[in-house]
């Protein structure tokens, strides 16, 4: 029997830290932006990314740390190149073209659709199990962000706001493909598309008539990348990994929250009754998934992939030799009923009557 520290450990740490380290770039962000041109410091926040977790990866194989993680296989590749267009690429650019046609609140309160996007995806398309407490939890996480980003104006929804919706929609769709690799190595990913993305962001930006700042600003702006987009990726890919993509998307649609929380700090910025009723509503959604018990009796059907792993309950094929834990192999689960509490990870994505 899974115990409910188990249930929980490491899925939602991994979800909660990419969410903190995503919203910790924001304010962040707006102190450079200052000072560099925004369509460039998204191309230079992503550049940062991939290029940070290019040498961590590199300094792994030199000081001789064993990789666990699955590497990318040939199939992956169909999957990777929409990962990286949607959310590398269209992502970001639609913004960037919606934000400069619509105004900043109503573009604030648009940014919310993406965590919406994400679940109504999750649950609608892929089928991912979904009870009445998650839903009354994902829609005070959500009205929270709401009230965070609304200052009283009138949501816009003019050409500008439709660009900023489809950026929300092309994320919500990349959310749920990246949920296709959560197998493979994380680092790995995110270093792929944080170059790609970054490279297509900095070229339009220059064509656009941007200019680079000096050394010193664009390594700050890499350095935040690095750990705002490229390491809080890395987690939110091995959130989905053990939690599915809609418990991770409501998980991490906090970030707006967290960035308004250390602003007050960084920024200087006032602590706001809307910042607190904001805080209020999102710890309620937060308590009430955290609160959740998903279990019952459930079939594994055969099935075979390749992942890091541990020899648990459902690890138990055999090995030619001694081994290390955890380590990652092709390997083949068979066919196998039991009853625990679980989250639609890797190995629970049976449909629900």
């Not at 919606?98 to 659709?113: P, Q, Y």
């Not at 680079?212 to 091995?238: I, Q, Y």
């Not at 059907?301 to 380590?327: C, I, K, N, W, Y």
């Amino acid at each position: 029997m899974i115990n409910k520290r188990h249930h929980l450990w490491p899925g939602v740490p991994l979800a909660l830290g990419s969410a903190v380290l995503f919203g910790a770039s924001a304010p962040l962000s707006k102190l450079l932006m200052g000072s560099i041109d925004p369509w460039l410091l998204a191309g230079i926040l992503y550049l940062g990314a991939g290029f940070g977790l290019a040498i961590l990866s590199s300094g792994r194989r030199v000081i001789g740390l064993p990789n666990v993680e699955a590497p990318l296989q040939g199939t992956d590749t169909p999957w990777l190149f929409l990962v990286v267009l949607f959310g590398g690429v269209l992502g970001p650019l639609l913004l960037m073209l919606g934000l400069a046609r619509t105004s900043a609140s109503s573009g604030s309160l648009l940014l919310n659709l993406e965590g919406l996007a994400t679940m109504g995806i999750a649950w609608l398309v892929f089928r991912e199990n979904v009870d009445r407490r998650l839903l009354l939890g994902a829609a005070a996480i959500l009205a929270g962000a709401l009230l965070l980003s609304w200052n009283g104006g009138k949501l816009q929804l003019d050409v500008g706001g439709l660009l900023i919706a489809a950026a929300c929609l092309s994320w919500g769709i990349d959310n749920n493909l990246t949920r296709k690799l959560s197998s493979a190595d994380p680092v790995q990913i995110a270093m792929i598309k944080g170059l790609v993305a970054g490279a297509t962001n900095l070229v339009l930006a220059i064509l656009f008539g941007a200019s680079l700042p000096g050394p010193a600003l664009v390594l700050a702006g890499a350095f935040v990348g690095f750990l705002g987009v490229g390491v809080s990726l890395v987690m939110f890919m091995l959130g989905l990994r053990h939690l599915g993509t809609a418990r991770t998307g409501a998980y991490f649609s906090l970030a707006p929250f967290i960035g308004a929380a250390l602003a007050v700090p960084v920024l200087g910025e006032s602590i706001t009754i809307q910042l607190i009723g904001a805080g209020t509503l999102m710890g309620i959604g937060l308590w009430l998934h955290l609160a959740e018990r998903h279990d019952h009796e459930h079939l594994h059907d055969v099935l075979e992939h390749e992942h890091a792993h541990v020899h648990d309950e459902h690890h138990q094929h055999v090995h030619d030799g001694p081994f290390t834990e955890p380590h990652s192999h092709w390997h083949r689960h068979e066919p196998l009923r039991h009853k625990h509490a679980h989250y639609p990870d890797l190995h629970h994505r049976h449909s629900h009557k």
